[in-house]
T-cell receptor, first 117, second 113 residues
Framework: AQTVTQSQPEMSVQEAETVTLSCTYD???????LFWYKQPPSRQMILVIR??????QNATENRFSVNFQKAAKSFSLKISDSQLGDAAMYFC??????????????FGKGTKLSVKP | EAQVTQNPRYLITVTGKKLTVTCSQN?????MSWYRQDPGLGLRQIYY???????DKGDVPEGYKVSRKEKRNFPLILESPSPNQTSLYFC????????????FGPGTRLTVT
């Protein structure tokens, strides 16, 4: 069974600086998708970024980028120029890539990010 | 606006009183799913649906029922709620069951006393 591990329960960053959140996963499959979701105090789950396992190029969305290391099964999220609005719980998630599967996202337990002004 | 909606957003009820949490999406997605979020346990899937009239159990289905009579709606039913079902519930949808990211509703905070 696939598992997702986020080893940092809490992180803190100064406004305008850069922070990296870690995520590792375990799978025997070669094709899959990885996501980072953000959950602010409003509790809404917001997609931050996605990465297809077959793509070697790391995904980037504005200030958010990932470092995807397939062999190491590592998927870290880098937030540049941190803003107060980035303060939230961040979840790493895995999804299988073939039909007939349960289709669920497998989540890590989350990292709570604080941003200091 | 493309979205997933849930109602109610907050609900306090008593043990054994049947309740339904509604979920609706306007994106013509085939796949819909329910998750519960608990402190220290993260999000876990309760039930999912591949399409109309096709539903199946997720990882924590005990005490819940679902139905999918229309493509846009996927209600979660608690026939006899118990205190261990106190949780934050999310409905999610995606175009298909694989590859695509899931879009989440705003969440329903349920308290069973």
């Amino acid at each position: 069974a696939q598992t997702v591990t986020q080893s940092q329960p809490e992180m803190s960053v100064q406004e305008a600086e850069t922070v990296t959140l870690s995520c590792t996963y375990d799978t025997s499959e070669s094709d899959y998708y990885l996501f980072w979701y953000k959950q602010p105090p409003s509790r809404q789950m917001i997609l931050v970024i996605r990465q297809e396992a077959y793509k070697q190029q790391n995904a980037t969305e504005n200030r958010f980028s990932v470092n995807f290391q397939k062999a190491a099964k590592s998927f870290s999220l880098k937030i540049s120029d941190s803003q107060l609005g980035d303060a939230a719980m961040y979840f790493c998630a895995y999804r299988r890539d073939y039909g007939g599967s349960q289709g669920n996202l497998i989540f890590g337990k989350g990292t709570k990010l604080s941003v200091k002004p | 606006e493309a979205q997933v909606t849930q109602n109610p957003r907050y609900l306090i009820t008593v043990t054994g009183k049947k309740l339904t949490v509604t979920c609706s999406q306007n994106m013509n997605h085939e796949y819909m799913s329910w998750y519960r979020q608990d402190p220290g346990l993260g999000l876990r899937q309760i039930y999912y649906s591949m399409n109309v009239e096709v539903t199946d159990k997720g990882d924590v289905p005990e005490g819940y029922k679902v139905s999918r009579k229309e493509k846009r709606n996927f209600p979660l039913i608690l026939e006899s709620p118990s205190p261990n079902q106190t949780s934050l519930y999310f409905c999610a949808s995606s175009f298909r069951a694989d590859r695509m990211e899931q879009y989440f509703g705003p969440g329903t905070r349920l308290t069973v006393t």
